[in-house]
């Protein structure tokens, strides 16, 4: 076999794997289902007004009854510390992750944060609820100021690991955009819509939601 061939089935291989790693296929999410949005600030809406969130406008186009337990200021720590009694109160069948944020503005150590949303996943599916993770930009002043954010790279190999399925390029594409910002860290309204539009073709995609 010579080197092109053997650098082509390398690839093949290479992305085979990767594909295999991710979670899953499972049934689409049905209208009515209770679906939990474990989150921060980015949830819960901060840059724009009441109903104007993401998960309010997730919820009107896809028919789930969307939780939105989304606390500013939130870390890693305290969305694990805030489940339990959300998972028992709520029992959603889906349980999307958006955390991560504040753990990186105030330095908290990588590995921590790890640990703790892989806590948070084991919990969720030890009660067989279908998990999402949201990926969150790298806090990076000078590219908040000037555009071309991307994912923190934990989030990938974390869906890899876990075998979680992963929304990705969402919050990095809106907030590397200034007309679609409310500050630095946060979407305007418009920014929201936005980010509301690609998780919503992100989870067609991976077959949680049928657009039909």
Not at 77 to 86: E, I, T, V, W
């Amino acid at each position: 076999m010579g080197n092109g061939m053997k650098n082509l089935f390398y690839i093949f291989f290479l992305t085979f794997s990767l594909l295999a790693c991710r979670a899953e296929k499972v049934p689409a999410i049905p209208v009515g289902t209770t679906v939990l949005i474990l989150g921060d600030s980015l949830s819960y809406g901060t840059g724009a007004n009441k109903n104007e969130d993401y998960p309010t406008l997730l919820g009107a186009h896809t028919g789930w009854n969307i939780v939105n337990a989304g606390v500013p200021g939130d870390t890693t720590a305290d969305g694990l510390a805030r489940l339990p009694d959300l998972l028992n109160e709520h029992q959603p069948k889906l349980l999307m992750i958006e955390l991560g944020g504040n753990d990186f503005l105030h330095g908290v150590p990588v590995g921590q944060t790890i640990a703790n949303l892989n806590k948070i996943i084991s919990q969720a599916k030890s009660k067989n609820i279908t998990t999402v993770l949201i990926a969150i930009p790298e806090f990076k002043p000078l590219k908040a100021a000037m555009g071309g954010l991307s994912d923190h790279p934990l989030y990938e190999k974390m869906a890899d690991e876990t075998k979680t399925f992963l929304i990705e390029d969402t919050f990095s594409e809106v907030l590397s955009k200034n007309s679609l910002k409310a500050d630095y860290i946060h979407p305007n309204a418009q920014g929201y819509r936005a980010v509301e539009e690609k998780m919503r073709e992100s989870l067609t995609e991976l077959g949680l939601f049928d657009a039909k």
